[in-house]
């Protein structure tokens, strides 16, 4: 089992759950500067809790989701140990979820690549054939679940079929701003900010 630091906060990252990395700490530092005193947020695909623990320093109420039993159970207790509250359940995308909220987070399965339904882990990066199938898939039903002021923070790569995404996000009739940027190798990693017109 791993750890990784954010921070005063700590996660225990058990096997078969996606180890927070760059793009998790490209949300987390920017998440980490909002001002969400009362705000309802919902993380999904938490994972080992990363952005939803840092969302719980500061906002009124947060719910993580993940369709990974494993991370239900590391997000849980990574909460438990930093002494902050979550709500964690298992849900594939909205499946499960029927409120609304101020912010909702997916720092998605992005990279290219065929998803072997049966092995969570390869779940955990790749986002289907062109990388975006997922992130489209959520894109699809997100709006429903947002505040009339809330938004979306999204994080994919540059190697996700980026267009694509950004034609779903019109089709939805919102609007994106590019939040931050991260160059890693051969890809850049994106913040995505989408909010409804
Ligand atoms: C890139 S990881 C991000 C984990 C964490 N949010 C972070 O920033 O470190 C993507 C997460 O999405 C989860 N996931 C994959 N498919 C999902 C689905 N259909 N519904 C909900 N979560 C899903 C994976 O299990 C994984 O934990």
Redesign the pocket.
């Known amino acids: 089992m791993g750890k990784v630091f954010f921070k005063h906060l700590e996660f225990e990252v058990p096997e078969g759950?996606?180890?927070?990395?760059e793009?998790?700490f490209l949300?987390?530092n920017h998440i980490w500067k909002l001002d969400l005193k009362g705000k309802k947020v919902l993380?999904?695909?938490?994972?080992?809790g990363?952005?939803a623990i840092i969302c719980s320093e500061k906002a009124g109420d947060v719910h993580a989701?993940?369709?990974?039993p494993r991370?239900i159970s590391a997000a849980r207790k990574n909460a438990e140990k930093n002494n902050l509250h979550l709500d964690v359940f298992e849900?594939?995308?909205f499946q499960e979820v029927d409120e609304k909220y101020d912010m909702i987070?997916f720092?998605?399965?992005?990279l290219p690549g065929e998803r072997d339904v049966s092995n969570?882990e390869e779940?955990?990066?790749l986002g289907g054939k062109k990388g975006n199938e997922?992130l489209i898939k959520f894109l699809e039903d997100a709006d429903k679940y947002l505040k009339k002021e809330g938004f979306i923070l999204l994080?994919f790569s540059s190697i996700s079929g980026v267009k694509d995404i950004f034609e779903k996000i019109n089709e939805k009739n919102m609007d994106y701003r590019v939040i931050n940027q991260k160059k890693v190798d051969w890809e850049k990693i994106l913040l995505i900010k989408c909010y409804k017109f």
Do not use: H
């Not at 759950?17 to 990395?21: A, S, W």
């Not at 993380?43 to 080992?48: A, F, K, R, S």
């Not at 720092?107 to 992005?110: D, G, I, S, V």
């Open positions: 759950v996606y180890e927070p990395r793009d998790s949300a987390g993380d999904v695909g938490t994972g080992t990363f952005l989701t993940d369709i990974n991370a849900s594939d995308l987070l720092n998605a399965p992005y969570m779940k955990s990066w997922l994080v």
